[in-house]
């Protein structure tokens, strides 16, 4: 009898560990988290990938609740999913060890009554690489919380990342934070995302000259730093793979013994002006962060990214942008320096958007675009990045300006990627989807998909758009843009050479308050409806323009094209016959 209680009674302790293990694995997993599809990278929410059609909020707007009142229901208005806005570490912990999360709880509210997503900017040590929102009894410290200070010995506006009390406040403020939303949000989950501090990097200083930087910069390079290099060398960026062979691949020594002597280069913006100083520089800021990043995740596992100040011409070397920022040239640095960040995402103001972008998308990077232009250049831009490089979300920085209406451009747009999202999300990183972009500088752009040339022609009347395309099955293609021509060619030597079209349809969500009965465009698209076949005028079949579609009007067209093909036709006739 003992023995046949006993053995109860450990089955039973087995089977309640058993269901408090699969509740705590299925607890984080309902936590919003990444996870991959194909060579795509999702943000799944709830369960289901979200597409972040985003705005990004002036810095200071959620500093007041009356402040913020009119602009939720205005982002709603905009067609946005997601509103990106800051969390600032200055009114959050006013008092050391005190902190205040009513603002905190105003932007939940906020957005929740108004169906929105949150992505929260932490402004804790750096903003735009200054320490403008640091609480003030930080600032006011030099003692415990140093600054940077440049090859004069000036003191600068930026917290020193050798600062090890600064670093260790900074994470106990962001872990207060995160402990705070797991325990208001934690079931709701309105906040989806984190950015930890904000375009950081030595401003004015090719990087930091404090007496403990220059010990740092004349010791030898982190082992663990040199670790990473010698089991990836196959896989790092090629400027950093180039300065490391360059110099011989050692795998030790100081910094400029392993990455060469630090030199500017004034007349090309593109050369790596000061490399050793900001490779340098991005292993001591993806330190720090990595402390933070590792103090909020262990409180609640946000996915977690960083943003760029990127250089462009005229600032192109260390100082003129912030010096050890997550950029391009330097990524594997901030990876093997911080393995609790999730992505590195770019801020793009510059003309070289689809150049940034690639060069971000590299070695599995998740393209996320938090700071960029709206109008519409952002308009034409969303559809290229979500179409080509599988973007996760896009957000124009200032959506709060009083510019943005309901009826801009971009407002359109988002519009549109709403009613395609379930079908985008379910082809990306399938191999399935592109992105074209055209404009009065570029008018026509060329790309493959399935058995397919498709050429993108800027419209009458258009400066700039862009074009989503979904290959939806053999010969059918979902295609969503507004202000060009798209023409499909069939690909060199093909055995059945010309293209018609078999139809092509108009789609659009149904309308609830419609009487008119829509035909599903698809069963696996419950989401869009035909609303007209469209043919003569409103498509292209010429034999000397093209076969294609014509995405005009004044609002964005999703048209699904079915395409066929035949024979050229008999071989010309000789002259006997």
Wanted: charged residues 20%; glycine residues 8%; hydrophobic residues 40%.
């Amino acid at each position: 009898m003992t023995r046949t209680f006993a053995f109860f009674f450990l089955l039973l302790a087995l089977g309640i560990a058993s269901v408090t293990a699969s509740a705590t694995a299925s607890a984080v997993e309902s936590i919003p988290h990444l996870r991959k599809q194909g060579t795509a990278t999702q943000l799944i929410v709830d369960g289901k990938p979200l597409l972040m059609l985003a705005g990004e909020l002036h810095n200071s707007s959620t500093s007041g609740t009356d402040n913020m009142k009119p602009i939720w229901p205005h982002m709603a208005a905009l067609n946005l999913n997601t509103v990106i806005a800051a969390v600032s570490w200055e009114l959050v912990e006013p008092v050391e060890g005190k902190f205040d999360f009513a603002l905190v709880d105003d932007m939940l509210e906020g957005a929740r009554d108004n169906h929105l997503r949150l992505v929260l900017l932490w402004f804790g040590s750096w903003k735009n690489g200054a320490s403008t929102y640091a609480p003030s009894w930080v600032k006011r410290d030099l003692k415990r919380y140093p600054r940077v200070q440049d090859e004069h010995g000036r003191n600068l506006e930026i917290l020193s990342t050798f600062g090890t009390e600064t670093r260790d406040s900074d994470a106990r403020g962001f872990a207060a934070l995160m402990r705070h939303l797991r325990k208001v949000d934690g079931q709701r989950h309105t906040v989806v995302m984190i950015q930890v501090e904000n375009e950081v990097g030595v401003l004015n200083a090719r990087r930091d000259f404090s007496e403990s930087a220059e010990k740092a910069f004349s010791a030898p390079v982190p082992s663990a730093l040199m670790d990473y290099l010698v089991s990836n060398r196959d896989r790092l960026v090629p400027e950093l793979a180039e300065a490391w062979q360059t110099n011989g691949s050692r795998s030790s020594g100081n910094w400029e013994t392993v990455f060469g002597k630090g030199t500017i280069n004034k007349e090309d913006w593109k050369a790596r002006s000061y490399y050793p100083e900001e490779i340098f520089m991005s292993w001591q800021y993806a330190q720090y962060v990595e402390h933070i990043a590792a103090a909020g995740k262990a409180e609640y596992p946000l996915p977690l990214y960083v943003n760029a100040w990127l250089k462009q011409p005229g600032y192109a070397w260390p100082g003129a942008y912030p010096s050890g920022g997550p950029l391009p040239q330097v990524m594997d640095i901030w990876r093997a320096g911080a393995p609790h960040i999730d992505l590195i995402a770019p801020d793009i103001y510059m003309q070289d958007f689809e150049w940034i972008c690639e060069l971000y998308h590299r070695s599995g990077n998740p393209l996320f675009i938090p700071e960029t232009r709206g109008g519409a250049v952002g308009a034409a831009r969303v559809f290229w990045a979500m179409g080509r490089l599988d973007a996760m979300g896009f957000s124009p920085f200032g959506i709060d300006s009083a510019g943005e209406t309901n009826t801009a451009p971009l407002a359109q747009s988002y519009l549109a990627l709403s009613e395609l999202a379930p079908l985008l999300l379910e082809h990306q990183g399938m191999g399935t989807t592109a992105g074209v972009m055209v404009s009065k500088e570029m008018p026509n752009q060329n790309v493959t998909l399935g058995d397919y040339k498709i050429v993108a022609k800027l419209g009458r009347g258009a400066d700039v758009a862009g074009a989503l395309l979904i290959e939806t099955g053999p010969d059918e293609f979902v295609v969503e843009g507004k202000g060009l021509d798209i023409f499909f060619e069939a690909k060199p030597n093909a055995a059945l050479p010309l293209i018609g079209i078999d139809f092509v349809d108009e789609l659009a969500a149904p309308d609830a308050k419609s009487s008119h009965s829509f035909a599903k465009a698809s069963p696996a698209w419950p989401n869009l409806a035909v609303r007209r076949r469209l043919n003569g005028d409103e498509v292209h079949t010429s034999t000397f323009d093209g076969t294609g579609l014509k995405l005009f009007g004044s609002n964005v067209s999703i048209q699904r094209v079915r395409l066929y093909r035949y024979p050229a036709g008999r071989a010309q006739r000789g002259p006997t016959d």
